[in-house]
C-alpha cells in the first residue's frame, strides 16, 4: 500500500475533540501524533473496528495482547470507525474490522474481515520484517514477533489441484463452498475473481482490441477489449478504455460499464497505484 493512501488531510486536528482517549485509542485529534508521527519511529498498527461489530472487538483485542508480547518493534492504535470517519475514509476502509501497518507515515499493509491468531502473528512478523533496519526503533536485531507455521487449508488444496487437472468448474465450485461458508474469506473471493476472469479470457477473439477501436460504441467489443488489454498486462489501458465509454454513455449502459471496470479494479490490490489512479478518473468520469 506504500504512498497510495494520501494521509497528509489528518495531519490537522479535529476540532472540539473532547477528552482524549487513553490506552492505544486514537481519534482524528491525535491521529497526527500517535499514527503518523509514531510511525517514524515504528510501525504503527491502525485497527479500524466498531462497538457493534463483534468480530471487530475481539480483533482488537487480540492485537492489544500480542502487542503485550512484543518487543516493542510495533505499536498499536485502535480507531473506532463511525465517530472518526475521516481516518476510515483516508484510508478507503470499505469493511470492519480492517488494520493497517503505517510506517514512515504511509501505509505499509493490510487486511480486512477477522482473521485467526496464527494468521494475525505471520502478518505482523511480515510488518517488522519489512521495516527492519530502516526505522529507528526496529533495529537489525529487532525480533519480529512469532510467526507460525499455518497449515496448508485442505479446501483451498482441493481448489487449487482442481485447477491443475484442468477442472476449471470444480475450482470455481471450490471456492464457492468456502465462500459459502465464510463469506468473508477474501482469499476465495480473490481466486474466484482471478480464476473466472482467466476462464472468460480464454475465449477472447484475436482482434478484439480492434474490433473495439473501430466501433467505440459497442459496449461488448470494449468488455473483450478490455479484458485483452488487462490479459496482455496492460491495465491502463484497460481502465481508459472503460473510462472513455462510461463518458459517452448513460443510463443502464453507463451503469453495466461502470460495473464491469469495478469488477477489473478488484483483480488488483486496492492499493496498487495504477488502480488508485484509474477510481479518480472513474469518479471524475461519473461526476
Not at 464491469?260 to 483483480?267: C, K
Amino acid at each position: 500500500m506504500s504512498g497510495a493512501v494520501d494521509l497528509s488531510a489528518l495531519k490537522q486536528p479535529a476540532a472540539a475533540a473532547g477528552d482524549v482517549p487513553s490506552g492505544h485509542a486514537v481519534t482524528e485529534a491525535d491521529f497526527e501524533t500517535k499514527v503518523l508521527r509514531r510511525s517514524l519511529e515504528v510501525p504503527v498498527v491502525v485497527a479500524l473496528y466498531s462497538q457493534r461489530s463483534p468480530g471487530s472487538v475481539e480483533l482488537v483485542k487480540l492485537l492489544e495482547t500480542l502487542l503485550e508480547e512484543s518487543d516493542g518493534s510495533w505499536d498499536l492504535a485502535t480507531v473506532e470507525a463511525e465517530p472518526n470517519m475521516r481516518i476510515a475514509q483516508a484510508f478507503g476502509v470499505q469493511g470492519i474490522p480492517t488494520v493497517v501497518a503505517v510506517a514512515a507515515g504511509q501505509p505499509l499493509a493490510d487486511f480486512q474481515g477477522a482473521q485467526p491468531e496464527p494468521q494475525v502473528r505471520q502478518w505482523l512478523a511480515a510488518v517488522v520484517d519489512a521495516v527492519r533496519g530502516r526505522l529507528p526503533g526496529v533495529g537489525e536485531d529487532a525480533e519480529a514477533p512469532e510467526a507460525p507455521e499455518v497449515p496448508d487449508d485442505p479446501r483451498f488444496v482441493a481448489a487449487e489441484e482442481a485447477i491443475e487437472r484442468g477442472d476449471i468448474a470444480g475450482a470455481e465450485a471450490a471456492y464457492e463452498r468456502i465462500l459459502a461458508e465464510e463469506p468473508a474469506n477474501q482469499e476465495a473471493r480473490a481466486a474466484l475473481r482471478q480464476l473466472r476472469f482467466y476462464t472468460r479470457a480464454q475465449d477472447l477473439p484475436a482482434d478484439a482490441i480492434a474490433r473495439s477501436d473501430a466501433d467505440p460504441a459497442d459496449i461488448d467489443a470494449a468488455f473483450a477489449a478490455a479484458d485483452m488489454e488487462l490479459f496482455n498486462q496492460e491495465p491502463e489501458a484497460a481502465f481508459t478504455r472503460l473510462i472513455n465509454l462510461i463518458k459517452r454513455t448513460a443510463g443502464d449502459d453507463r451503469n453495466n460499464v461502470r460495473t464491469r471496470l469495478v469488477e477489473l479494479f478488484e483483480l488488483f490490490d486496492t492499493a496498487d497505484p495504477i488502480v488508485v489512479a484509474a477510481r479518480r478518473k472513474l469518479a471524475t468520469a461519473l461526476y
